[in-house]
């Protein structure tokens, strides 16, 4: 079953939950300069920072 786990994780090109990867530290994340990154289980989000406004990808600051 495990082997069977591997070889899935190999073959697609959704990251694999079971092996996550850290976007937040091996700076694979989309995270704008104004958000704070938080690594989950298999993806990643993004949140902007207080003062800014956005999806986490893009934030727009308040006080520009
Ligand atoms: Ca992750």
Same mark, same amino acid.
């Given at each position: #079953? #495990?082997?069977? !786990? @591997? +070889?899935?994780? +190999? *073959? *697609?090109?959704?990251?694999f939950v079971?092996?996550?990867?850290?976007? &937040? $530290?091996?700076? =694979? !994340?989309? /995270?704008? @300069? %104004?958000?704070? &990154? %938080?690594? $989950?289980?298999? *993806?990643? %989000? &993004? $949140? &902007? =920072?207080?003062? +800014?406004?956005?999806?986490?990808?893009? /934030?727009?600051?308040?006080?520009?």
């Open positions: #079953m #495990m082997i069977n !786990h @591997v +070889f899935k994780s +190999f *073959s *697609s090109q959704i990251p079971d092996l996550d990867i850290d976007e &937040c $530290t091996n700076g =694979k !994340h989309r /995270c704008d @300069v %104004n958000a704070v &990154c %938080n690594n $989950t289980r298999g *993806s990643y %989000n &993004c $949140t &902007c =920072k207080d003062g +800014f406004y956005g999806d986490g990808i893009n /934030c727009t600051g308040n006080y520009l």
